[in-house]
């Protein structure tokens, strides 16, 4: 079974621009999650989507969104980017929602200049 | 959502040594999960452990759950210089989000 893959797996962009990642959950996983990591943060919980409802969200401004499409392939979106935004953004699937584990993806590291 | 807290946050050894890693969190759970995660790459899952077990292994690791003291363990025997990573341990409750806190960093030497 193909694990969780993510794209691109490296971006650049410029503070002000926009910028959507991609996550492909495990074939049959219906829930997918979403992280952002930094050095300073650590590893924050941005929001969780299950059968394209939004379930759980994070403490993060509205620049950042998401969404998820009826396959479970799930989309982040971050806009008028900031240097502070420069992280490895991390994304997982599991079964279901909640009580199960969670497979992650590679991540993708975006770099704001 | 609730986060657990790792202690200690580094931790160095030499191969063969054991290593020990405690998890403390707040609020009654259904599970505690931890993970695994390398330098800049994904977490890796290890163990799930539901909240009416009180240990589970898995090859070399072992993870104990008291939830009267609301804490949990992670004990890697027989380190190997693969098993440096930062572990991660997440506490669960049902339909929340599952959120980590900052790990604990282990480094093995050989």
């Known amino acids: 079974k193909a694990g969780v893959t993510q794209t691109p797996r490296y971006l650049i962009k410029t503070r002000g621009q926009q910028v959507t990642l991609s996550c492909s959950p495990i074939s049959g996983h219906r829930s997918v999650s979403w992280y952002q990591q930094t050095p300073g943060q650590g590893l924050q919980f941005l929001f969780e989507y299950f059968s394209e409802t939004q379930r759980n969200k994070g403490n993060f401004p509205g620049r950042f969104s998401g969404r998820q499409f009826s396959n479970s392939r799930s989309e982040m979106n971050v806009s008028t980017l900031e240097l502070g935004d420069s992280a490895l953004y991390l994304c997982?699937?599991?079964?279901?929602?909640?009580?199960?584990?969670?497979?992650f993806g590679p991540g993708t590291r975006l770099t704001v200049t | 959502s609730q986060q657990g807290e790792e202690d200690p946050q580094a931790l160095s050894i030499q191969e063969g040594e054991n290593a020990t890693m405690n998890c403390s969190y707040k609020t009654s759970i259904n599970n505690l999960q931890w993970y695994r995660q390398n330098s800049g790459r994904g977490l890796v899952h290890l163990i799930l452990i539901r909240s009416n077990e009180r240990e589970k292994h898995s090859g070399r690791l072992r993870v104990t759950l008291d939830t009267s003291k609301k804490s949990s363990s992670l004990l890697i025997t027989a380190s190997r210089a693969a098993d440096t990573a930062s572990y991660f341990c997440a506490p669960n409750q049902a339909g929340t989000a599952l959120i980590f806190g900052k790990g604990t960093t282990l480094s093995v030497s050989s």
């Open positions: 997982a699937s599991s079964l279901v929602s909640g009580d199960y584990e969670q497979y």
